[in-house]
């Protein structure tokens, strides 16, 4: 069956997407995403601080700060969690 292109145009081939950097070790990847939670952490300190000191008048910008990092945190937490769960299971199987 031979597909034709909208008035006329022939379809383009879909080739396969060469990724742009070699896969990362789970290593590197955890400690992007901790580095990642303590930046949004720092934001939210920084945001603080110049609002009570009077730099910045917009309140929605501190609130949303305060409540991405809180979010990350509680994502990285829970995370570590889930770690600790898989360790002990893998600990615990009979070899």
Sequence with gaps: MKI??????????????ASQSPVAGFGELLGKFVDDVNDKQLNAQEAVKSFAAGKTENVHDVILAAAEADISFKMLLQTRNKLVEAYKEIMRMEV
């Design 4 to 17: 034709s292109g909208i008035n006329g145009i022939p379809p383009t081939p879909i080739a396969p997407v």
